[in-house]
Nanobody
Framework: QLQLVESGGGSVQPGGSLTLSCSGSGGSFEYYAIAWFRQAPGKEREGVIC????????NYLDSVKDRFSISKDNAENLVTLQMNDLQPGDSAVYYCAADKRGCRGAYVYAGSFGDYWGQGTQVNVSS
């Protein structure tokens, strides 16, 4: 059973950057699409970005498309989320999730993405 652990969250001022990591054990990332989701207080969880089996990027959220990037290292079972020019609206708990079906947006928008989930890491953006 794949286990996911996120790290790298914290507090940052607007315009700052953070790098989140999602590390996996108990399985190989090469057989999973890995996506990042976020959930702010009082809001529904939303898909942010996904890396396919081979490391291709799929963006789900236009508001971060030019500021966030994802990278996947199947050999290291590691996915990173580079977040630049962070804004207060980016404050949320960020989760990584793995799905054997791939990054199809339909799974995300239907709320069915994710065979496995991490516990989340908090990101706070404020001045």
């Amino acid at each position: 059973q794949l286990q996911l652990v996120e790290s790298g969250g914290g507090s940052v001022q607007p315009g700052g950057s953070l790098t989140l990591s999602c590390s996996g054990s108990g399985g190989s990332f090469e057989y999973y699409a890995i996506a990042w989701f976020r959930q702010a207080p009082g809001k529904e969880r939303e898909g942010v970005i996904c890396s396919t089996f081979s490391g291709k990027t799929i963006n789900y959220l236009d508001s971060v498309k030019d500021r966030f990037s994802i990278s996947k290292d199947n050999a290291e079972n590691l996915v990173t989320l580079q977040m630049n020019d962070l804004q207060p609206g980016d404050s949320a708990v960020y989760y990584c999730a793995a799905d054997k079906r791939g990054c199809r947006g339909a799974y995300v928008y239907a709320g069915s993405f994710g065979d496995y989930w991490g516990q989340g890491t908090q990101v706070n953006v404020s001045s």
